[in-house]
């Protein structure tokens, strides 16, 4: 019978991936054993000290702790790895339920270790390896039939905790249900988007990915673009990453990049773009100079360690042809402008194949090159078009994959212009086409449905249940609907508000379309709200246009009017007589911040980065942000054996720091997520669905909550601890002049005002207190500064 419960998990390997690995399962939950070589070139005398024994492993965890972005959900979580050597430790495999090995890229090695791994683990334990591309089925040559059946590849992608794509690879001998076990414990307990692939040359995620990275080089070659117009041309312009193609060759390091490319060009005779895969001139050049990208400092781009007139690094750009570092340079092309005035990215690719322009040009041959390659690749290296696609969104962070891009196009014209280009277009992509099939992907019934090729017909996309996708129900009609946010049904009577104004920041139709929204779920019988959406970020907070206007111009009673419809709105979502569960993923600041803390629970992916930021833009959280923490602070206090002045000073420092947690788990230990109301969610794709369950779990008895007049606050006690933590903020250079000015804006609130002795008082009270301290300082020169500075460069302004 298949363990299915993995409590221990044996990490082979401490590198760069192994340790990543280690921290990614260590945050999931998970004891971890982390194994390395001992050190070479050691004497006796150092080999008898178990510490310098271990001491590769221990360095490897070292320098995640100080990773940045931190490989860890929480520091504390550290406690969960153990270290230890393959000489000594490896018999403690014999203990672990899951075994993964991620050693160097050797097939040797790699075969070496699993004859010994076999020798201690125990009978049913998973085995697995994080190849890159190695043929899953010459590792397992030779092991017995147990070690075969429990052994698959498990692909995690750099960083393991960032990265969402786990690429899993059984081979012929894999039990199915080992398979099915990783597909959904992936998913579930690690928070991966799991896609099953064949064990061919580098899966699918980058065989599709080395081959458009390599069309591209070889486009631009031909065509003489610089490499700053061709990161311009194929970034976020068409739904991909900020690093472009060239900047992320050096992201990934060229000696990488090269090596991959070299795989695919040996491994894959039979693939009809192998001419794609030659290496060029400057890829030698590259390599032969050891410029391998950001790891050496050079390789396409050059670090001058100087800054222009605005502060910014100083880069050099490779020329493709003379192998020269010359100053950025980006083409004036008609496309980056028609780009600029669109924000669609289906409306974005429709206008590439309209253009004429040289980097019009790119795209179109890029593109249809791709389609025409992933279309070969079904039923290659896998048998669906959507694996592909979920390959690409979460290992190559692809805002849309490859069929889904085409399918703005429409199949039949991709295929039309495709063609015309002398791409060829697989049999079965030109079949559903004249079947009058014009898509790969549609949407009934709230479902998202994908066209099989195997079938001919199509079919839901596995796993649906789980994941509530918005998309699918656009061709429903939605409850209410505006330029801001749309109010959708998303079944068992239960309401998704989705925001999507821009960055879905929070303004006055947001704020209007919350009360709309309880209301009518309050009057029309709805079982509760989910407020969420499927954008890779919840809410970047208010809109500080409007608030920097009406200060500027002083119409400080409109202003007034705006901060209570905001401070209004929070207590709505805690006093309304429906159920309200806030879905949260990437950032969660400000005012989405304090619309969650008064939701009444939060399902937070575990990649939710939440925080009160309002301090760096020189004012208070001034959505009952403020209150609500003086609210969880007279809950801490009061409990007994609880310290209150060290409790408060913690509390009172989250907000005049504006701390922003850097996961869910670390939210907790921030206050901004509440142990008794909230959970974690691990994938981010199921937090819907998951807060729907909770609301539909909450509303079985749901009774409206009673506003609280209990909060005890500390008055002048509080006070004089919060200021003189204040100022030991600006001795410190933690803090400027105007930084303390607010922070005793902040501790005001949170010990209800200037009061003779600590007392009881109601929300309602430190409300207005909130309001008060947020009006006066949208009054001051230096907060009015900030704001400015930050609407203008988006970041903020120390002043």
């Not at 001992?38 to 360095?59: D, G, Q, V």
């Not at 050496?296 to 605005?310: I, L, P, S, V, W």
């Amino acid at each position: 019978m298949l363990n299915t419960r993995i409590r221990k998990v044996a990490v082979l390997g401490s590198g760069l991936m192994g340790t990543g690995i280690a921290c990614h399962l260590a945050g999931c939950g998970h004891e971890v054993l982390m194994l390395d070589i001992l050190p070479m070139k050691a004497t006796e005398e150092e080999l008898a000290k178990p510490a310098f024994r271990n001491s590769i492993a221990n360095a490897a965890l070292q320098n995640a702790l100080k990773a940045k972005p931190a490989a860890l959900f929480d520091a504390k979580l550290v406690n969960r790895i153990t270290i230890g050597n393959f000489d000594d430790d490896l018999k403690k495999i014999a203990d672990c339920d899951w075994i993964i090995e991620v050693v160097v890229e050797r097939l040797d090695i790699k075969k070496q270790l699993f004859e010994k791994v076999e020798q201690f683990r125990k009978k049913g334990t998973f085995i697995t390896s994080n190849t890159s591309g190695i043929p899953i089925n010459l590792m397992a040559d030779g092991r017995s039939d147990d070690f075969k059946k429990h052994f698959c590849g498990t692909h995690f992608f750099n960083p393991a905790r960032y990265m969402r794509l786990l690429e899993v690879i059984p081979t012929q001998d894999t039990a199915p249900e080992v398979t099915a076990f990783f597909m959904h414990y992936g998913d579930v307990v690690l928070g991966k988007q799991t896609v099953l692939c064949k064990d061919t040359p580098a899966f699918i995620a980058n065989r599709v990915g080395v081959y458009t990275m390599s069309k591209i080089y070889q486009l631009s070659y031909e065509m003489e673009m610089s490499i700053d117009t061709v990161d311009a041309l194929t970034g976020p312009n068409i739904g991909r990453p900020k690093t472009g193609t060239y900047r992320l060759g050096d992201l990934v390091g060229l000696d990488t990049a090269k090596h991959v490319v070299a795989g695919l060009r040996e491994n894959c005779p039979d693939d009809e773009q192998r001419s794609t895969f030659e290496p060029l001139p400057f890829m030698q050049f590259l390599a032969d100079n050891n410029f391998l990208g950001n790891k050496t400092g050079q390789g396409f781009y050059k670090k001058t360690g100087e800054r222009d007139a605005k502060g910014r690094p100083v880069m050099l750009s490779l020329d493709l042809h003379t192998l020269e570092y010359k100053p950025s340079v980006r083409e004036k092309l008609p496309i980056l402008d028609v780009f600029k005035q669109i924000e669609e990215l289906p409306r974005r690719i429709r206008a590439i194949f309209k253009g004429d322009d040289k980097g019009a040009i790119l795209l179109q041959r890029s593109l249809l090159g791709l389609f025409a390659y992933v279309s070969n690749r079904v039923p290659e290296i896998s048998d669906s078009a959507y694996a592909i696609d979920d390959a690409m969104r979460a290992g190559f962070a692809w805002d849309k994959g490859p069929f889904e891009v085409w399918d703005m196009v429409g199949v039949a014209e991709g295929i039309r212009l495709a063609e015309a280009q002398g791409e060829q277009i697989s049999a079965w992509v030109k079949e559903m086409a004249a079947a009058g099939n014009d898509s790969f992907y549609k949407s009934e019934g709230g479902k998202r449905m994908c066209y099989n090729p195997a079938t001919k017909q199509y079919e839901a996309l596995p796993g649906g249940e789980s994941f509530i996708i918005l998309d699918a129900y656009r061709g429903n009609k939605p409850v209410f609907t505006n330029a801001e946010r749309t109010l959708h049904d998303i079944g068992d009577g239960v309401l998704c508000l989705e925001f999507h104004s821009k960055m879905n920041s929070i303004g006055e139709g947001i704020l209007r379309g919350l009360n709309e929204s309880i209301k009518i779920a309050e009057e029309e019988g709805w079982k509760g709200i989910v407020i969420g959406n499927n954008a890779p970020n919840f809410t970047v907070g208010a809109n500080l246009m409007m608030v920097a206007m009406l200060s500027y111009q002083q119409e400080w009673d409109e202003l007034n009017m705006a901060v209570s419809l905001f401070q209004n709105t929070s207590m709505r979502l805690r006093y309304s007589a429906i159920p309200v569960v806030a879905a949260t993923q990437g950032y969660v600041f400000g005012g989405g911040c304090e619309f969650s803390m008064h939701c009444d629970a939060v399902v937070a992916a575990s990649e939710s980065y939440i925080g009160l930021v309002e301090v760096g833009v020189g004012i208070i959280p001034g959505g009952a942000g403020t209150k609500e923490f003086a609210v969880r602070i007279s809950d801490e206090i009061t409990k007994e054996g609880n310290v209150q002045i060290p409790t408060l000073i913690e509390r009172f420092k989250t907000i005049a720091t504006a701390q922003v947690a850097t996961s869910a788990q670390e939210a907790f230990n921030f206050g901004y997520l509440d142990p008794k109301k909230d959970h974690i969610s691990m994938n981010a794709g199921r937090n819907i669905s998951e807060a729907k369950k909770e609301v539909l779990r909450l509303a079985e008895n749901y009774v409206k909550p009673i506003q609280r007049k209990d909060v005890y606050v500390m008055g002048r006690t509080g006070l004089g601890a919060l200021y003189t933590a204040a100022h030991s903020l600006q001795l410190g250079n933690y803090a400027s002049e105007h930084d303390v000015k607010i922070a005793k804006k902040v501790a005001f609130v949170l010990c209800g005002g200037d009061l003779t002795a600590p007392q009881t008082v109601s929300e309602q009270y430190l409300v207005d207190l909130e309001r008060e301290a947020f009006l006066s300082l949208c009054g001051e020169q230096k907060t009015l500064e900030r704001i400015q500075y930050m609407l203008e460069n988006g970041k903020p302004l120390r002043n």
